[in-house]
């Protein structure tokens, strides 16, 4: 049996038992939405379908409607894919990572956490098969027979790998995240009193009956899946990072990448994570769940992967110095002298300086402080991307092909259209699914629960 | 054929456990447990073995690792050899580190699915399958301990009621069919 410390603060508050937890979380889903909720999903569905009505004009008109040219071809498109994945990885970062190290304060937000990570995912895989151009021929990625002789993918190339990167992660993280899914689907199902909902999360619990023999199978794939899904998440933006750092291009060329890029995409998942969790806790009344130590944890979490981000960056403009080579050093007093210094100057004080604020207790568990900073976060690593891909390429070796990008309204619908289908999918997810993982915070009950510990 | 069914329920998991061990101590043979969250400690008393689906995940793992040194071998070595810059691939071997990635990914992605397929097939818990918890609170906040009477030939209502009489026992069902 688990003993909680002294020192510790229990992670549920209120006099909760079994039955309030469930309570708790199944009568948001039986009872009428509230009004807020329906004006948010209807806000988010028109800017997704805005967002939508962009990709088709995209699709059917040509990547020329973005703003890129011969020398910036890659500008808002993989900033904004390489920004989705990273806010994928705290979802399984919280529901992996900190599964293997037992860390209990993830059971109240790893639920929300990992649908965050599924439909980021999707977000982000949505942008290097729109830049394709021509996404219909989208199936030459892979390894298929073909009628073009002996034509193979070229399994040397980064961004080959980064297919069968994110296509992995993405089909990991949603099977994890169902597995988990289904007891509390089927606590829902035996809940609720609608005859039609109780046939729809039958249906979705796939016949989960609680029996001895399952749940000693279910602990056992989670623990693996788990034990799968950590390095997977480091590989991923290892290999996202690769697709810059294999090439030769200076600013790109750097073997820092891939620690870089996994603690950048911590750092901004967290930043989404509390962005989503702080109103999903006001509105549904997850107070004594997601508790303000729950948001502390968060984040310390922050504090770490910012200042190895800083770090980070520091390194990169040292090395860019120390190795003597003209290029690399023009690249990186070009990106916070040169034309772009806002953008450089944005993602310094939003990535670097700003999370050192959460070194004052007062200000980690002021809710308010942690939401705006959250913002600021999420903003500074998008900047982060563009600083990396923009500025690298925009000053090409040859003068004569010097050129700047501006993004066109298409480049705009298309990033701003993402943030709706995303915002879209995780209110329904909201309203719909159980929000808080049942089962794991059933278990942890007696040894965290504040009505037991006080005991 | 006929046969009884006992359906013990409590809201405890200590006293699910009590109840449990007094049960087999008592000779009954207990057929299943439902919760609504794993209660550790209870496999052993009810005899349920540890699972083996991480030797399952350990084999689709090694299947995914093998698949993919096999294409590798066909599509970049046999079939098509890639002269890049005047170094071509070889052989496997040299070319490997290029493969590390997309040899990783492809080993996760058996092994994850192989795994979980393999889970869920093995609970019979699909899509469209029928739930088969005794009561519906057992998802909720009660436990449910099943015993059968064809396991357990010499078992009478009296025993069962004797044996749980001080378990803080919630309610014992019984259902003949």
New interface residues.
Partial sequence: ?HKLSEIRQPLILGEK???DI?NDIVSPIENKAPKGWYILLTISGLIALWGIGNILYLIGVGIGTWGLNKTVGWAWDITNFVWWVGIGHAGTLISAVLLLFRQRWRMAINRSAEAMTIFAVMMAALFPAIHMGRIWLAYFVF?LPNQFG???????S?L??DV??I??YF??SL??WY?GL??DF??I???VKSPVMRKVY??L?????????????????SL??AG??T??VF?VHS?VS?DFATSIVPGWHTTIFPPYFVSGAVFSGFAMVLTLLLVMRKVMHLEDYITIKHIEYMNIVIIVTGSIVGIAYITEMFVSWYSGVEYESYAFLNRATGKYWWAYLIMMSANVISPQLFWFKKLRTNLMFTFIMALIINTGMWFERFVIIVTSVHRDYLPSSWSMFYPTWTDLGVFIGTLGIFMFMFLLFARYFPVLA???L??IL?SNGEKYVKK | MADKVYYALY?D?DDLKGAAKKLVEGGIKVN????????????PI?G?K??R??IV?FIFGITGLILALV??QY??IG??P?D?GGKPNQNLLF?LP??I??T???T??F???G??LT??I????????????PD??????HFAIKILKSENPELTDNKVEELLKDTNIVELNQKEF
């Fill in positions: 049996m038992s079994y039955g469930t390894p002996s034509l193979w993918v070229n399994f040397n980064p080959l790998w069968f990167a296509s992995t089909s990991v099977i994890f597995i289904i007891p089927a606590t199902r035996d809940k039958g249906i619990s796939f016949g989960w009956s609680g029996k001895a023999k399952h749940w000693n199978r279910f602990e056992e794939v693996v899946l799968l899904a390095p997977l590989s290999i690769f049942l089962n794991e059933k278990s007696k | 809201n998991d299943d447990v439902f919760s609504p969250f794993p209660v550790h400690g209870l496999d009810i349920v540890q699972t689906l991480g995940a294409g590798f599509f970049m079939d098509w890639m890049i070319n290029a493969f990635p997309v990783f990914e492809f996760v992605l092994a994850a699915h795994m979980s889970y869920l093995r609970n019979k818990t699909l899509p469209g399958m029928p739930a088969e918890n519906p609170r057992t998802t909720d906040d």
